[in-house]
């Protein structure tokens, strides 16, 4: 989900993003229920309707044509004294959270998805069953509401018990989809207007042993797509130091922890005095880098070199908005990109063709990544005529909506702030300068930066499955939940 900061004008805009081709038809299926049930499972005692309200309806997992809406639902809280009724039928397993709203698992999912000791190593968090020895008929020998969860008892030499809590089962109920894995954290988007009030943390809070304050420097990034960091030694030891706060460096063909000044010491125009316009990094690697930190350290005998920062998604929700097709161009026809300024190296993405501008959530339409730098492109001799212009006009309107005055965030960097930012929605540039600056910094792997976020989220804020589960005997192993919504 994602929401303007309190500065932006065009309030509007702030929409899920959703490719036309990623529509959600997949979701589109059935949740008819009817009263019979198998000798074994728990009976159903009252007529229930269906996912959506109707005046009349009764249940089971039978299949009828019913469509789900768009936007998912919120459940009710299950409690001790009002279980859920279950209901058993053929291949599935149907759970009524109220009167109106029923989820259905197959017999097989819910087999695959034992948690025990016996199937999942509560240290590892690995799975242990073979899931390729589960019958395709595969059925109960009874199922029953537990005041903390689903109780289903399995056929087997030894009748075999698995245990599933009803707040993971809200999660990841499929049929229909509820509480699709609700955002954590909402992503705030921004214009010009963002530096009013920027997203900064101090550096002794972020390197204090408790990580109260790297956690909010991450979900500031997060949130924003960037943070400062201010009061840090004006030092590349220093710097370093704070980066492997988030996890370890990630080397490229610029080094491992680089410093550099404007002497094209490598093959790349960062190297040297010119302007930059918004641009992501990396997009040559099949898989760009997640952060990127930048210390300015000093800068002497000169002037300019101010950062630029735009916000990808705020941009790309605006082009929406106005432009779909061009949004839609951008999100579907890859770009071929290299990095060719060294004689030892030379980069290009796999597969060759590259990427599009505009990366989605194959299952949710949602916008997930900016990938654009039009200095980097290579030939783009894979168009198809009649869309060389339309490709053309579309980029010609991104480049448009980066440039505006109320897209482009502008910043003068100075000696003890440190800038972070999400390489994969924040654009970043500079102006011109000249003089001589001393820059330092590094890249963070977009795995490691989001393994950090997700150890501490679930320190500090701990989701409603993990709050709900805390009590439940050999959850806790190891210092993880097995019913963690990342695994």
Known sequence: MFKTAPTRSLARLAQPYHVQSLTRSWMRRSIGL?????????????????????????????????????????????????????????????????????????????????????????????????????????APIRVESKPRGLEVTWPSKEPHISFYPWSWL????????????????????????????????????????????????????????????????????????????????????YGKFWEFTSDLAKGDTAYTTFALGAHTDNTYFTDPSGLQLFHLLSHTDGSGGATLLVDGFYVASILKELHPEAYDLLSQIPIPAHAAGEPTALYSPSPASGYPVLGHDTVTGELTQVRWNNDDRSVMNHLAPELVEKWYDAIRLWNKCLTSADSEYWVQLQPGTILVVDNHRVLHGRSAFYGKRRMCGAYIGVDEYKSKLAVLRDQFAPDAVLQATREIPDTQVNGRSIWSASL
């Open 170 to 253: 809200q999660r990841n109920s499929y049929d229909p989809p509820l509480n699709r894995q609700q955002k954590l954290t909402e992503k705030i988007l921004w214009g010009s207007k963002i530096l009013q009030s920027p997203p900064i943390v101090a550096y002794e809070d972020v390197m204090a042993s408790d990580d109260r304050g790297l956690y909010k420097w991450l979900s500031n990034v997060d949130e924003f797509g960037f943070s400062f960091v201010s009061g840090v030694p004006v030092t590349p030891e220093a710097t370093e130091e704070l980066t492997r706060r988030i996890g370890f460096i990630r080397e490229t063909q």
């Open 34 to 138: 009817s009263r019979s049930t198998r000798k074994s499972s728990v009976v159903v005692g009252r007529g229930l309707s269906t996912y959506q309200a109707r005046s009349s309806a009764t249940a089971t997992a039978a299949t009828t044509s019913q469509s789900y809406p768009d936007q998912t639902q919120h459940l009710p809280d299950v409690a001790p004294d009002d279980l859920p009724i279950i209901s058993q039928d053929g291949s599935q397993v149907a759970i009524g959270w109220d009167t109106r709203l029923w989820s259905r698992f197959h017999n097989i999912w819910l087999r695959d998805h034992c948690r025990c000791p016996k199937c999942f190593h509560p240290v590892t968090k690995q799975r242990l069953f073979n899931t390729f020895d589960i019958p395709k008929d595969i």
